[in-house]
């Protein structure tokens, strides 16, 4: 399979780039986020067309994540246990950030892949109520990985249950080469010691990041602000990730992050990343 990650800043606005990618790219299944609508607002019949199911998350014109798979979709949850919710009082809600589903064909002796697509709060400031919202966030989700990879019962088998897939915008640059210029996020966050230790924590607990082995340099980046040229500039940061279990970890035989699609005119902030998967 080849499985994509795309933050891709309003479905609505940006359905053609994402068939464009589709069609270029040969992917097989994509994880988007941002897609900043209610699902029965979005049109989906050139997904369809291709051979593609869909399934979406939103609750309103902010957020928003989606799956669409030509190789199966089915078990679609919209909700990781224990998520905190953002809001006070009535009108705290868990917002529309995670969405899984097993997708793939899988052979009878392989393991189905659960992906998720997973959209981790910005955090704003350090000292914004989101900071702490975005690292229970994480926190939430380390502990939904840690599960998958433990046994359920007596007798089970020690190793991983099934395959696990984390996909999505993590608003997190673990690693200092992971910006363009670390001294220009000094005091922000993206960069802050319990953020980059909560990544570290994710991938403690038995996940790898699939693309950084596979990266032609450092500086190789996913995200760039619009505001002053800063694709033009190579001014980005690596904040796009595919974190696989062990399992997923050893079928990956490739990856990519598709830095022309984010030179086209008209295209998200941030460039789709791109693994190849041989379960």
């Known amino acids: 399979m080849r499985i994509a990650t795309w933050n891709i800043n309003s ?38 067309e291709r ?23 089915r078990e679609v949850r919209r909700e990781l246990p224990s998520l905190p919710t953002w809001g006070e009082g009535a009108d705290a809600v868990v917002e529309a950030r ?96 319990p953020e980059r230790e909560a990544i570290a924590a994710i991938e403690k607990a038995g996940y790898t990041d699939l693309t950084r082995d596979w990266l032609d340099a450092p500086g190789t980046f996913t995200y760039w602000d619009y505001k002053g040229l800063k694709f033009a500039k190579k001014q980005g940061m690596r904040i796009d990730f595919l974190f696989g279990s062990p399992a997923v970890h050893e079928a990956t035989t490739g990856a990519m992050i598709d830095l022309a699609e984010r030179a086209e005119k008209s295209t998200s902030d941030h460039a789709p990343v791109i693994v190849d998967v041989h379960l």
């Open 98 to 193: 995670a969405i899984g589903a097993v997708v793939g064909e899988a052979a009878r002796d392989s393991k189905p892949l659960e992906l998720w697509s997973l959209y981790i709060p910005n955090g704003r400031e350090l000292d914004h109520p989101h900071y702490p919202y975005k690292l229970a966030w994480l926190e939430a989700l380390r502990k939904y990985g840690a599960a998958r990879l433990t046994p359920s019962g007596p007798g089970e088998d020690s190793g991983e249950r099934s395959a696990t897939l984390f996909a999505g915008d993590f608003n997190v640059a673990p690693t200092d080469a992971d910006v363009w210029d670390i001294a220009a996020f000094e005091g922000k966050t993206h960069v802050s010691a």
């Open 11 to 48: 479905l609505r606005a940006r359905m053609p780039r994402l068939l464009e990618v589709i069609d270029r790219r040969d992917i097989d299944v994509i994880a988007l986020q941002e897609i900043k609508a209610k699902p029965e607002q979005l049109d989906l019949s050139g997904l369809t």
């Open 51 to 73: 051979g593609f199911e869909v399934a979406a998350h939103g609750l309103n014109q902010w957020n928003g994540v989606a799956i669409a798979s030509r190789v199966g979709l």
